[in-house]
């Protein structure tokens, strides 16, 4: 049998989380990655911290304010100090398993232009193939002319386990690569390369094939060719993730 790879962007999936508080709707966790553990994983150095809850996949909208407020907090203790967001909401809006960066960007407040010392202002990219222009050469020329404190990059994200799908909001500052989780590897996101803090935040909404079978067959051989597999009513759940970051965001820089 070959040798299985968990294919994830979830810090939780691919180390022992170290801290977790539960208040019976949002579960807390937080991973630090450190050098050593960055190369023994092949995963970037960092703070990760996930919020598990189960209210988007259960439609309970009455809880949702609870949640932002949680991820609020949680963004807010990533930026605190920063006044000055650039929101990135990356990703294809034309797929919609790929489009919670630019249904975030489209609820975002912006207001860079009324209030010049504290303020977001959002960009939403599209991808390489809709622009032919790398994500990476936007944004870094956004940033160096709006000259933010710092970038907070949205996107969806792959999961190794399909109880995660819409379930987990994952916050680091690690920074990001588009397009990793579905192996279309694109210039990293982060500080090194854009020159200020980045704080990426995403929502696992597909997962690949060989996890399902691991999940139900104890096996991957069965996928053949691998595919990448989403939840049939996707387009409700990046909605929702949507509403619930974006009032995250926009609260954590109020």
């Known amino acids: 049998m070959r040798e299985y790879i968990v294919n994830t962007d979830m810090a939780v999936e691919f180390y022992k989380h170290s801290h977790k508080t539960d208040d019976g709707l949002v579960r807390y966790y937080e991973v630090e990655v450190d050098s050593a553990l960055a190369e023994k994983l092949g995963k970037p150095r960092g703070k990760y911290a996930t919020l598990e809850t189960q209210v988007v996949l259960a439609g309970n909208s009455a809880e949702y304010d ?14 605190g100090g920063y006044d000055k967001a650039l929101v990135v909401g990356l ?24 209030s010049p010392d504290k303020y977001i202002c959002a960009l939403t990219p599209n991808v390489l193939g809709m622009t032919g222009i790398e994500s990476y050469d936007i944004i870094c020329a956004v940033a160096e002319r709006v000259q933010p404190d710092v970038v907070v990059v949205v996107d969806a994200l792959t999961a190794a386990a399909t109880e995660r799908i819409a379930s987990a909001f994952q916050v680091t500052d690690s920074g990001i690569t588009p397009g990793s989780g579905v192996d279309n590897h694109r210039r990293r996101l982060d500080s090194r390369s854009l ?3 980045v704080v990426s935040i ?38 929702d993730c949507a509403k619930i ?3 995250a965001i926009n609260g954590a820089f109020a």
């Not at 609870?66 to 930026?79: E, N, Q």
């Not at 990703?91 to 232009?113: E, I, Q």
């Not at 094939?209 to 939840?231: H, L, N, Q």
């Open 66 to 79: 609870r949640v932002s407020d949680a991820l609020c907090a949680c963004i807010g203790g990533y930026c």
């Open 91 to 114: 990703g294809n809006p034309d797929l919609t398993a790929d489009a919670l960066g630019d249904r975030v960007f489209k609820r975002l407040a912006v207001n860079r232009h009324v």
């Open 195 to 197: 020159g200020r803090p």
């Open 202 to 239: 995403g929502v696992p909404l597909v997962v690949y094939s060989s996890t399902i079978a691991r999940e139900y067959c104890s096996t991957d051989e069965c996928c053949g060719r691998d595919m990448i597999v989403t939840p049939k009513d996707v387009d409700i759940l990046v909605e």
């Open 245 to 247: 970051i974006a009032k």
